[in-house]
């Protein structure tokens, strides 16, 4: 265990984030434009569909015309590509991602020139004005975050979301019994958290609406928080 600990702390600081590098290569190989990652069609592909459409209901509920609403960590655009067929010009759109060569070559062609792409570390962006957004949303990305840094990734949410600003946050839960501290360690960079553990750090900053686990098929396919600024 404290070999596996020392490699990914050594590997993360040394050569980057595995994690990232391996969506970069799924989304640059994907299959279908639309799909999550390069897994969407080889497997599961019936009930990521229902958890997709489940999210997009969700989502749709949540906007509302005249919103500027922002995803974090829009890979492909494939939310965006379908909040842009509900809603059109009705809401100004911003897709932020670290990876710029999945912007570019991927969610560009996903949707409009209207939809505002952004390629930068979230937490480290300055392209995002304070009190920017009435939404904002982020799916499947927290896992990416590691531990020592979702401080400053919800500070930076509860900066760029407008008072009152609605947020949405999407993860895989953590599926071990392990301990939050050794969990996050071990799977360091692509981390299934606790949801108690985002809980209580979201308590801290926004109020929050409601939370609980996505489920298709009886299965927890994600667990979703909404909350307000
Ligand atoms: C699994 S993909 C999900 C993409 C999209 N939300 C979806 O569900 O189709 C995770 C995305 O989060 C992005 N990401 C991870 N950490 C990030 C950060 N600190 N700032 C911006 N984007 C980040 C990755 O580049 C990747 O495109």
Redesign the pocket.
Known sequence: MIKTIIRNFTNYFLKG?K??DD??T??LNHVDP????GFFHKYDAENLEKY?EL?MHKLDNIISKGDVVI?????????LKRIETTFGTGVKLYG????EE?LTNVTKKNVSNNVVLIA??????QTLQKGQFNVLF????L???PFF?LNA?FNKMKEVLKKDGTGYL?FAPKKNKLPNFINSLLDFGFTNYDPELILAKLKKRFSIIEHQYIQVDGKNFGYYILFKN
Do not use: H, M, P, W
């Not at 639309?34 to 990652?37: E, K, R």
């Not at 995803?71 to 939310?79: F, L, N």
């Open positions: 984030n994690g990232l969506f970069k799924y989304a639309l799909q999550v990652d997709f999210i995803e974090v960590g829009c890979g492909t655009g494939r939310y932020l991602d670290a990876i999945t930068d570390d979230f937490i480290k962006t982020s799916i499947s990305v896992q990416y975050i840094k990734f999407i």
